[in-house]
């Protein structure tokens, strides 16, 4: 079955990202736009509140520098604890129709953009997709209910991910990989090992139903 041709991006300001290029556009984020917009922008607070959208409606989701932002552990108001992030990846399993993809990206440990922010609350590393993929996803003990198969978990250039999606990313020719591997040999030079891998981490999960 083909997804629907609808994507919708989690905190999207004022500027929704739409890196499948699908025919209807959506955005959410916790505040309403100051002045009309040319897409459908619904307001929630996903750390507290689920994705406004019904079940398998979407084709699509993106969340570009977003989840850092959403806590792992928050009070659940009757003096226990909730997972915020565990809540939200099921929350995009759940709006996702069969087959449907979510589009992340992130800036992960141990590169220094992950916690150079005051706001970045939830450090992602190369693995924490394994709580949500595969046939027994280890969110599971955490109440986990989705299941997604990883297509593409890998480090990438921030500005290259934004521009372009999928197998085709601009600026990945011989003599641009050559350049930023002489930057990034001056930056071991000076010591700063942590930029020697780039410090974004890109997810392309497919939502399994």
Not at 73 to 80: I, V
Not at 115 to 123: K, L
Not at 150 to 163: F, K, Q, W
């Amino acid at each position: 079955m083909t997804p629907p041709d609808t994507h919708l991006d989690l905190g999207c300001g004022t500027q929704p990202r739409n890196p499948y290029g699908r025919g209807t556009l959506y955005g959410v984020d916790i505040r309403a736009p100051a002045g009309p917009v040319d897409y459908e922008h619904r307001v929630a607070n996903l750390v507290l509140q689920p994705i406004p959208f019904a079940d398998d409606s979407l084709g699509s989701v993106s969340a570009f520098d977003y989840l850092e932002h959403v806590p792992r552990l928050f009070p659940d108001g009757a003096g226990g604890t909730c997972f915020p992030f565990v809540r939200l990846m099921d929350e995009i399993w759940r709006v996702l129709a069969p087959g449907g993809r979510l589009y992340a990206l992130t800036p992960a440990y141990p590169h220094p953009e992950a916690f150079v922010d005051p706001t970045h609350v939830n450090f992602i590393t190369d693995e924490t997709h394994a709580y949500f993929c595969g046939d027994s996803p280890l969110g599971r003990m955490y109440g986990f209910q989705g299941k997604f198969r990883a297509l593409r978990v890998l480090r990438t250039e921030r500005a290259s991910a934004y521009s372009t999606l999928a197998g085709s990313p601009l600026n990945h020719g011989p003599g641009k990989r050559f350049a930023r591997a002489l930057r990034r040999w001056a930056r071991f030079l000076r010591g700063k090992r942590a930029q020697l891998s780039p410090a974004w981490l890109l997810w392309e999960l497919e939502a399994v139903k």
